[in-house]
């Protein structure tokens, strides 16, 4: 079931229906070919925008960046700290955090998005749950762990435009697992779960207009026209 849900994510006309994470993504980085990738994890999403001619991944967890290195996702990948990165001003075109910000505490983010803010020459995307969701560590990975939420009127407020990802939130609830991408169903509150995930699969088509009830956020911020 798991490769047949894959296999529909990543169709090109059903992505753009349900306005997916990777689809979002080529949309927002179609006029862009240097990315900073900050926390790339082991897979990042930056693999399906093949527009992309420069680009680097940083990613402090040993084995995440072994994984994506093996992958040969980035130009470049970085093992390291992100609140220790120093790159120059307007050093790439796009700043994007795949999931990132939930696993900061919250003044930390913020000093990170400054530093994207920065460093990005056009835009910075980001893409979070939409509120506080508590999660357990992943992977062995102790920075899986959610340390802080960022809903809907604090990323407004941060200046950036919005899009909902991954359905109607009270469809869902806190997943149980402990590695990543386990069970697709696990995160889905009521039963019979598959047809549950179906209709929040469907809901998504909506909530992409409406990401104030949406159960992740696509964020995008534009600075190209600051001066």
């Not at 835009?123 to 992943?138: D, M």
């Not at 402990?178 to 909530?207: E, R, Y």
Request: aromatic share 10%; hydrophobic share 35%.
């Amino acid at each position: 079931m798991k490769d047949i849900i894959n296999k529909i994510y990543h169709n090109k006309i059903s992505s753009k229906i349900f306005h997916t994470l990777v689809y979002c993504l080529q949309k927002e980085l179609k006029d862009c070919e240097t990315v900073l990738d900050l926390g790339c994890g082991p897979s990042s999403p930056l693999q399906y925008c093949k527009n992309i001619k420069y680009s680097v991944g940083i990613e402090v967890f040993k084995p995440y960046y072994e994984k994506t290195k093996m992958k040969q996702i980035h130009t470049e990948t970085i093992n390291n700290e992100i609140t220790e990165l120093c790159f120059n001003k307007n050093s790439f075109e796009a700043v994007i955090l795949i999931e990132v910000l939930e696993h900061l505490p919250k003044e930390e983010g913020k000093q990170i998005l400054k530093k994207a803010e920065k460093w990005a020459k056009k835009k910075v995307i980001v893409s979070t749950p939409n509120g506080f969701i508590h999660q357990i560590t992943l992977d062995n990975n102790p920075r899986q762990k959610h340390l802080s939420g960022w809903d809907y009127e604090i990323m407004r407020k941060l200046g950036f435009q919005l899009n909902g990802l991954a359905g109607l939130k009270c469809l869902r609830k806190e997943s149980e697992d402990d590695i990543m991408g386990n069970d697709l169903l696990s995160p889905i509150k009521f039963k019979p779960k598959l047809f549950w995930f179906i209709i929040l699969s469907v809901s998504q088509i909506f909530v992409y207009f409406l990401p104030i009830v949406a159960f992740e956020l696509f964020c995008v911020k534009q600075v190209n026209d600051r001066r």
